[in-house]
């Protein structure tokens, strides 16, 4: 079975913390995303990644970074949480082309203080 | 451009009773679009995807889907409700053109089951 690991199911920082979001998978899928979860708003995409050392910005990028150094790994970074930030944090990946489906991690519940 | 709306934010049913979650989309190209679940504390799981072959497609755990290009719908169905069921369900579109992002989920609808 694909397996998508977020580090930490709950994370509690305070506003201005730099915060690591870590995700791994382990079937060499190509595409790695980032989406957060927030109630009536359903997924929105924040970062995603084709390749290693590549990323995209999606549809909500602001106040967020991304690394990919390796294949399997996909790091989601607060430069600077607020508490706006506060959400769950789902990481997924696929083997490439949209009519596959995605593999989630998850999530990670991140409240900002 | 591509959307999806789910029409009901919460949908109860009782146990033994069929289960149908609304959805319709807009989408600019041919479609693919998938039905994917959240159980508490867990990620999402695919159901079921429709990629233009057959219009009724069947998923896992006995739900299936029916595309209809004329309403442009994809709504859910299930003939009997089992309380193992209650969990978020979340409609996605991609319009097949854009690149690895070029999907967009449904806001979900949050499945009840009454005993």
């Known amino acids: 079975d694909v397996k998508v690991t977020q580090s930490s199911r709950y994370l509690v920082k305070r506003t201005g913390e730099k915060v690591f979001l870590e995700c791994v998978q382990d079937?060499?899928?190509?595409?790695m995303f980032w989406y957060r979860q927030d109630p009536g708003l359903g997924l929105r995409l924040i970062y995603f990644?084709?390749?290693?050392?590549?990323?995209e910005k999606g549809d909500i990028p602001e106040g967020y970074s991304v690394s990919r150094e390796k294949k399997e790994r996909f790091s989601l970074i607060l430069e600077s949480a607020s508490t706006n930030q506060t959400s769950m944090y789902l990481c997924a990946s696929g083997p490439g082309g949209l009519k596959e489906k995605l593999f989630f991690g998850s999530g990670t519940q991140l409240s900002v203080l | 451009a591509q959307s999806v709306t789910q029409l009901d934010s919460h949908v109860s049913v009782s146990e033994g009773t069929p289960v149908l979650l609304r959805c319709n989309y807009s989408s600019s190209y041919s479609p693919s679009l998938f039905w994917y679940v959240q159980h508490p504390n867990k990620g999402l799981q695919l159901l079921l995807k429709?990629?233009?072959?057959?219009?009724l497609v069947k998923g896992i755990n006995g739900f299936e889907a029916e595309f209809k290009k004329s309403e442009t719908s994809f709504h859910l169905t299930k003939p009997s409700a089992h309380m193992s069921d209650a969990a978020e369900y979340f409609c996605?579109?991609?319009?097949?053109?854009?690149?690895?992002?070029?999907?967009?989920f449904g806001k979900g609808t949050h499945l009840i089951i009454q005993p």
């Open positions: 429709y990629t233009s072959a057959a219009t």
């Open positions: 996605v579109v991609s319009d097949n053109e854009g690149g690895a992002d070029g999907l967009t």
């Open positions: 990644s084709y390749d290693v050392k590549m990323k």
């Open positions: 079937m060499d899928h190509e595409n």
